[in-house]
């Protein structure tokens, strides 16, 4: 492995740990055994990236690295041990914020070297990055996060859409990536932090 | 493109297009911002067909011809300018079951055209025209329409079990497709105005 | 056919008729239409095999066997025939079990058979086991058995892991799937009965 790839492989380990430990933070809030826990923190953790698989016909990526399933595991195991604690929702809001960001360019790159164009592309950055969650809270019957006001959708195409332009002008993978997963996560923040929201829909009356 | 290709590139947008529509409907119940409303569409407008693709092993529709994903953005945006008003929860039943009798066929349609036998081809009919709108409604966390007494399922069923049946009369796919799309549709819209149901469950105390 | 492979057939139709029952039982509970019966069976039935070979890169095994179509609906006109009574509720989780424990062995034995290593290919059993019955509980908006308390992931993790381990120490594949079976099954039952549980998470407030 070159040290690129290196890097590479553990950013997806660090966007994999940190969703999956989102999900076991959803189990936490019913008192959930560890096995449950572990069954949550997978959902989360592959399943934005399984979805993508799947979509773009790449073979699912922890069917063959089983890496992937010990990393889930192990943020299960440290919410377990560490997750108690007043700030559970917030930390959940907060890594849950990671995860997005992350697959939303994680997403993006993958889907563009295997040859799709720049609006799937950035499409698959979105799904990447939201449909963890999204599982997550429906299978957790927990209120969606993708159903708040605050911006989030927005955030993962923000940082998807800047990452494919960059690329597309032909800077380089990292710094791109950089940028676009800066540009989701203060997008992110700021609608924690801020409540940022875009404009809601006004129906006029007719 | 032949005449015929194009009258069928064009129905299959118009398909997505209607239930993308419905899921920006749905999105706009909550006053969502824009970027959630093309979100919604999406996941809608492409769902059913996505799950079509991929059970039967063809390369997923939207992923290399963009254009449906403009047809999705469209969508999103015709209702946010236009999909205020009072009938808004009406517009949505409509256009989903106008979505619902188109995918009926284009579903079985696609899988006939893949080798796949009557049965299971009915089947995928149903499933592509019913997936994009439980989708929708499981996300939006919107009570689903698969789960009202009125006849839903069975609309979808008949269209595209007509259609596959013509089909294996050796009626021509545009004729053999408008038939299942008129029964589908006539079906679900007597649903919708007369209230229409099939004799419920009526367990038996033993 | 091998005595033996008519013996896995008959094994995997038992697996998604039991399944297929449970969730004709859920769609049992709002007094829904046949149709509405056969939907919520096939859902429940073909779904978690259906995960299980997209994830596996395999092809979706009702596809080209439609008598996997039949055996669902079988399971459902026997619900519909049959399913009243008081019991109902009781008779959806012991179905469930039943097949919650086929599963975990048949998804597990399906993934190592295409050499899958052995950690995936015991989340593919447990996935396998789990997903048609959530399925069926998020589309009908039924509380979902994953979020009991008692022990339910457990159960099947459990037959899968045996059933692996056993292979892997080279017992043939009819007593390792049994004992698999046996093992996923008295867990489940257990849980049922006497309200098994593992302990639950206990924040410690820092």
Do not use: N
């Amino acid at each position: 492995m070159s040290p690129f790839q290196l890097a590479a492989a553990a950013l997806d380990h660090a966007a994999v740990f940190v969703f999956a430990a989102s999900g076991a933070l959803a189990a936490a809030e019913r008192k959930h055994d560890i096995v449950t826990f572990a069954f949550f923190a997978a959902l989360t953790g592959v399943g934005g990236g399984t979805l993508r698989d799947l979509l773009i016909g790449a073979p699912v990526f922890w069917i063959h690295r089983p890496g992937y399933l010990v990393t889930c595991g192990a943020a299960a195991l440290t919410i377990w041990i560490f997750g108690g604690g007043r700030r559970r929702e917030q930390l959940l809001i907060w890594l849950d914020a990671l995860g997005l960001s992350a697959y939303a360019v994680i997403g993006a790159a993958k889907a563009l070297s295997l040859g799709v164009a720049a609006l799937p592309a950035v499409v698959m950055g979105v799904m990447t990055a939201t449909v963890g969650g999204v599982l997550r809270d429906v299978v957790a019957q927990h209120p969606s996060v993708l159903l708040r006001r605050e911006v989030y959708v927005t955030a993962a195409l923000a940082g998807a859409a800047i990452f494919v332009a960059l690329t597309h002008l032909r800077l380089a993978v990292l710094p791109a990536g950089l940028a676009g997963f800066a540009v989701a996560f203060g997008v992110r923040a700021g609608a924690i932090r801020f409540g940022w929201t875009l404009p809601g829909f006004q129906p006029r009356v007719h």
